[in-house]
């Protein structure tokens, strides 16, 4: 299972990055907000690389952005090959996601708790977090759904009272599991 959840994980993070990246993009159109260049600031803290008064260079950025989306995917594809699947475990893997980056800048130096932040740019970051989340979880699911019904969702199956039927686990499916 886990072999599986890592290669699977990569290729789910890495497409939640990249829908993450085109929302952004977006928005940015929309709102007029700049890049962000803290996802090169931590990576430059983190390996040692030059710092510089302005903008990193892009592809530090299009490096940690994309790799710790990859690195994070991993997570939601072992939750899914568990049995965590669907909107319910996309939301869970939101607050990873947050979390993850907020360890890192954090702990660099790079960023500041988000209940210091002005609220909306807050909101922009839960939203593309978000977005992120439930990309990688969609690719995620359908990958391990191809191995079949999870560990946790076999186990709904045969326990009275539960419901098989949520998630991307048809019941008769849950039936047969």
């Given at each position: 299972?886990?072999?599986?959840a890592v290669?699977?994980?990569?290729?789910?993070?890495?497409?939640?990055?990249?829908?993450?990246?085109?929302?952004?993009?977006?928005?940015?159109?929309?709102?007029?907000?700049?890049?962000?260049?803290?996802?090169?600031?931590?990576?430059?803290?983190?390996?040692?690389?030059?710092?510089?008064?302005?903008?990193?260079?892009?592809w530090q950025?299009?490096?940690?952005?994309?790799?710790?989306?990859?690195?994070?995917?991993?997570?939601?594809?072992?939750?899914?090959?568990?049995?965590?699947?669907?909107?319910?475990?996309?939301?869970?893997?939101?607050?990873?996601?947050?979390?993850?980056?907020?360890?890192?800048?954090?702990?660099?130096?790079?960023?500041?708790?988000?209940?210091?932040?002005?609220r909306p740019?807050?909101?922009?970051?839960?939203?593309?977090?978000?977005?992120?989340?439930?990309?990688?979880?969609?690719?995620?699911?359908?990958?391990?759904?191809?191995?079949?019904?999870?560990?946790?969702?076999?186990?709904?199956?045969?326990?009275?009272?539960?419901?098989?039927?949520?998630?991307?686990?048809?019941?008769?499916?849950?039936?047969?599991?």
């Amino acid at each position: 299972m886990l072999k599986r959840a890592v290669w699977q994980g990569l290729a789910a993070g890495l497409a939640g990055a990249a829908v993450m990246t085109a929302a952004e993009k977006i928005e940015q159109r929309v709102t007029g907000r700049p890049d962000s260049y803290v996802p090169a600031r931590v990576l430059a803290r983190l390996t040692g690389l030059p710092e510089t008064s302005g903008q990193q260079p892009r592809w530090q950025n299009l490096a940690m952005h994309y790799g710790q989306g990859a690195l994070v995917g991993v997570l939601r594809s072992v939750m899914a090959q568990a049995g965590l699947r669907g909107a319910w475990a996309s939301t869970m893997f939101t607050a990873v996601r947050l979390t993850n980056d907020q360890i890192l800048e954090n702990a660099t130096g790079v960023g500041a708790p988000p209940l210091t932040w002005p609220r909306p740019e807050l909101a922009i970051d839960v939203l593309h977090k978000s977005i992120y989340a439930f990309a990688t979880g969609a690719v995620a699911d359908v990958l391990a759904a191809r191995d079949g019904a999870g560990p946790g969702q076999r186990h709904a199956a045969l326990r009275p009272g539960r419901h098989s039927d949520v998630g991307p686990l048809p019941r008769a499916a849950a039936r047969r599991a």
